[in-house]
């Protein structure tokens, strides 16, 4: 089993940025995809960007991209997310998720998910 840990979510202004972290532990592989994905209100859970293990290859949605930026650091076993620009439309639960295998954008794709920070945008 791997065990996903989110943080650095909190309330920022429209315009500000915010970086978030994932830390994993157990049964962790350096070979993994990881990513992240968000839950706001009343909507189902969308792709965000997701990243190989050696970050050779990034994929973004197009509501983010130029905004945010995905990392990973494997001798830590951590994944960030920094977020610029950020506007209300951003605010949800953001959500990291592990994959034992190439890039996917779908949640069904996923194999390991934390259980969530929430970043609220304030106009």
């Known amino acids: 089993q791997v065990q996903l840990v989110e943080s650095g979510g909190g309330l920022v202004q429209a315009g500000g940025s915010l970086r978030v972290s994932c830390a994993a532990s157990?049964?962790?592989?350096?070979?993994?995809?990881k990513a992240w994905f968000r839950q706001a209100p009343g909507k189902k859970r969308e792709f965000v960007a997701a990243?190989?293990?050696?970050?050779?290859?990034?994929y973004y949605a197009t509501s983010v991209k130029g905004r945010f930026t995905i990392s990973r650091d494997n001798a830590k076993n951590t994944v960030y997310l920094q977020m610029n620009s950020l506007k209300p439309e951003d605010t949800a639960v953001y959500y990291c998720a592990d994959r034992r295998s190439s890039l996917a954008t779908t949640r069904d794709d996923y194999d390991y998910w934390g259980q969530g920070t929430q970043v609220t945008v304030s106009s």
């Open positions: 990243i190989t293990w050696n970050g050779d290859n990034i």
């Open positions: 157990g049964r962790t592989f350096t070979t993994s995809a």
